[in-house]
């Protein structure tokens, strides 16, 4: 079966950098976009980025545009977020999900696997 598996969360104080990790496994990794999505304390799901199933398109959201980048090693099954110059308002719980297609949430696609997620906690 399908399972998505996060790691790489923690306690990093502002401005600091972070690597998360989703090890992919139960599909054909290489064929489906994947995505980090994320939820705040007390607040709904946020979309963060997508990256195509060949890893050669890349979408982020707003909110994290020029300090995080989505990457994702398809000889490994893995899919990353590089996180820097994080803010307190990125605190939160990060989940990787499956895409239903080949393209991900900006090209109109759904998911439909999630991870459990990884917290990620910024504060000094």
């Known amino acids: 079966q399908v399972q998505l598996v996060e790691s790489g969360g923690g306690l990093v104080q502002p401005g600091g950098s972070l690597t998360l990790s989703c090890a992919a496994s139960g599909f054909t990794f290489s064929s489906y976009a994947m995505s980090w999505v994320r939820q705040a304390p007390g607040k709904g799901l946020e979309w963060v980025s997508d990256?195509?199933?060949?890893?050669?398109?890349?979408y982020l959201a707003d909110s994290v545009k020029g300090r995080f980048t989505i990457s994702r090693d398809n000889a490994k099954n893995t899919l990353y977020l590089q996180m820097n110059s994080l803010k307190p308002e990125d605190t939160a719980v990060y989940s990787c999900a499956k895409s239903l297609e080949p393209w991900g949430l900006a090209g109109g696609s759904s998911m439909d696997y999630w991870g459990k997620g990884t917290l990620v906690t910024v504060s000094s």
């Open positions: 990256i195509y199933s060949g890893g050669g398109s890349a």
